[in-house]
């Protein structure tokens, strides 16, 4: 049975985990993640009483009951390595004793639902609609860490997208993870469904560019024009890649859901999205009081 070291799971003076500044008590079997903190009072506000609340940096952690479902919702920041530190903490809360750090006989997989914001980078998805990520396709090189992997990657996509872009061998190889099959169809109904890549920068690795040449400058139309079967790159974040892929191997359900708030092609913005967001998190919570 696997034990864990204080080096490697810290703790908190109260015995909650580290980063999250939670108890296992305090952990919901339904967790929505948000990047942004403020995103938060979006979901918040539908929650009739909270019996925990906690803040470190831009961990933010609030459990709450919603027509009688009782839900995590929770703050991460930005980048796949703070996805890093709230899947393994979450993880630990879920399926440790704390107390002797000793991994639990019988695993709780929890449902973890990423709701957020992004740019398409296909012209036909308009703004104000809904992205599902069936899978990500990694650009950054996280999951390269973890043995074991390359069983949950999809071998297919990943390989024909390395022969479709000629990717630089200067950069790791993307790689594909998809998402839960049932979350995928329960939450199919509004949103559009697509792979998202993630990235381990907003500017360049989104071939964004001021001042720094690219050193791809063909990586947008790659991923643009990546089609296999029913399959193809709609949009950029920095988180999705790592949900999925340190989920499947946790054994996590996981989905991420965007409110689709700019157009990269048509250069279509929408700078009062706060509306738009809002009415993903009414129909996100709809869906999870009814599972």
């Known amino acids: 049975m696997s ?3 204080e080096a490697d799971l810290i703790l908190n003076n109260d015995e909650s985990v580290y980063h999250i500044c939670m108890r296992p008590e ?5 967790v929505i993640i948000v990047g942004d903190p403020k995103h938060l009072d979006d979901i918040t506000k539908h929650f009739t009483n909270i ?35 709230i899947m393994h903490e979450l993880d630990a809360l879920a399926n440790f004793n704390l107390e002797n750090r000793e991994q639990l006989p019988v695993l709780k997989p929890l449902k973890i639902i990423r709701l957020g914001t992004t740019s398409t980078i296909q012209r036909d998805i308009p703004i104000n609609s809904f992205i599902l ?5 990694g650009l950054d090189n996280l999951m390269y860490f973890y043995r074991d992997a390359d069983k949950i990657i999809d071998q297919n996509l990943t390989q024909n997208f390395a022969m479709h872009s000629q990717w630089p061998e200067s950069l790791s190889l993307p790689y594909f993870i998809n998402g839960s099959d049932r979350l995928i169809k329960r939450f199919s109904q509004f949103a559009i469904q697509g792979i998202t890549a993630t990235s381990p920068g907003f500017f360049g690795p ?3 560019y001021l001042k720094l040449d690219p050193a791809d400058p063909e990586m947008l139309s790659k991923l643009q024009s990546f089609q296999f079967g029913k399959y193809r790159i709609v949009n950029f974040d920095m988180e999705t890649s790592a949900l999925y892929g340190l989920g499947g ?22 700078s009062n999205y706060q509306t738009v967001f809002e009415k993903l998190v009414d129909l996100a919570l709809e869906e999870i009081i009814t599972d």
């Open 3 to 5: 034990v864990l070291i």
């Open 26 to 30: 305090n952990l919901a079997d339904v």
């Open 51 to 85: 019996d925990h609340s906690a803040s470190n940096r831009e961990f933010i952690s609030i459990t709450g009951y919603n027509k009688g479902r009782r839900i995590t919702a929770l703050s991460t920041g930005i980048g796949t390595s703070n996805v890093d530190i």
């Open 133 to 137: 990520s069936t899978h990500a396709v």
């Open 206 to 208: 989104q071939a964004r």
């Open 249 to 270: 191997l946790m054994g996590h359900e996981m989905i991420t859901i965007y409110a689709v708030i700019a157009n990269r092609v048509t250069s279509e913005y929408n």
